[in-house]
């Protein structure tokens, strides 16, 4: 398995949270109008705080599924590890619900500069050789649909985290969305493209209710993310336990992950707002507050490592 301070073996991983960010920008805005609260020294020091208080809870292993599209700089991340005891996990991708930058437009087969695809060539380039120069190599791909649905860029994204996959043996996670149920639409076009819905991670179902679509997903044969612990303002913790709950007792412990898709610093929703807003939306939630909730509610220790330990360890390496 690849991390930022390179190859640990599959034991190593311990508890995992497979769907996190540490830093979320915009590339462009933030060199041209930069946040006002960001400062990358204190957001470092801050970043390397957090995680390695995480470390004390328990957590081994933190997946920053920011990819293209969200602000990547795995350089800057790199900081981060070099401080922290968790092994930290690079991913590759494009975050994208709608439409790619016009480079894309104009490369690729049959476009007007040509070549293959470049998105083919940076998944599996930042998968077997490393991001940016750094050597950091990746050891997730994450893809996107939301409102807008399958677009002509989706899919093209999709189809080339589809090849790097096959390619490389490195699996899949989604941001989904629930309420639309187009998980399902993701594991028809994965698995159309030959994906093992094994592979897959649908992401963000742990923002649903809705049973019968979470056990299809799960009896498909992908892992759903109940991954968004401490998102409060989309749905209150207590009813995303209620859900593992349910799921658990109809014998689903080894088909869901636990996270949280929280940051260390966003722009999307900066620190100002998650701490009038979200104040549970951090890394601590899920050692602090959710795993005594699921105990409490019945869950036992050894579904709770299979969600933490096993499921995750059994994704990120590859076969
Ligand atoms: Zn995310």
């Not at 998944?123 to 930042?126: I, K, L, M, Q, T």
């Not at 019968?212 to 401490?230: C, E, H, K, Q, V």
């Not at 104040?279 to 795993?291: G, L, S």
């Given at each position: 398995?690849?991390?930022?301070r390179g ?36 957001a ?10 995480l ?23 790199a ?11 690079a ?7 709608d ?11 049959g ?11 940076f998944?599996?380039?930042?998968i ?9 190599r990746?050891g997730?791909?994450?893809v ?67 049973l ?31 859900v ?8 689903y412990?080894?088909r ?5 898709d929280a ?10 707002w998650?701490?009038a ?17 699921l ?21 990120l390496?590859?076969?």
């Open positions: 398995m690849q991390t930022f190859p640990v073996g599959a034991g190593a991983l311990g508890r995992t949270l497979i769907h996190e960010h540490v830093f979320v920008g915009s590339t462009e805005l933030d060199v041209n109008h930069p946040h006002p609260e960001w400062d990358e020294d204190r470092v020091a801050l970043a390397a705080r957090q995680l390695t208080e470390y004390r809870l328990g957590v081994r292993t933190v997946v920053d599924l920011t990819v293209l599209g969200l602000g990547r700089d795995v350089a800057r991340v900081r981060v590890a070099q401080q922290v005891p968790v092994h930290l996990v991913s590759t991708g494009y975050y994208t619900a439409v790619l930058p016009p480079f894309f437009g104009t490369h690729g087969p476009r007007l500069v040509g070549g293959p695809d470049p998105l083919v060539e998944f599996v380039g930042d077997e050789v490393g991001i940016a120069g750094t050597g950091v990746a997730m791909l994450k996107v649909t939301d409102a807008p649905g399958i677009t002509d860029d989706v899919a093209r994204v999709m189809t080339a985290a589809a090849v790097a996959s096959r390619q490389t043996g490195v699996p899949i996670t989604t941001h989904s969305r629930p309420d639309l149920r187009n998980g399902l639409d993701q594991q028809a076009f994965l698995r159309a493209a030959g994906v093992d819905l094994s592979r897959v991670v649908i992401g963000h179902c742990g923002d649903s209710e809705d019968p679509y979470l056990r299809s997903l799960m009896d498909a044969g992908s892992t759903i993310g109940m991954d968004r612990f401490g998102m409060e303002h989309v749905l209150p913790d207590e009813r995303r336990v209620a593992v709950l349910e799921l658990l007792r109809l014998g412990a080894d869901m992950v636990l996270s949280h940051a260390t610093f966003s722009r999307v929703t900066p620190p100002s998650r701490a807003h979200a104040p549970h939306w951090r890394f601590e939630t899920i050692p602090r507050r959710i795993v005594p909730m105990l409490d509610g019945g869950a036992s220790p050894e579904e709770i490592e299979r969600m933490l330990v096993t499921n995750p360890a059994r994704i390496v590859p076969a």
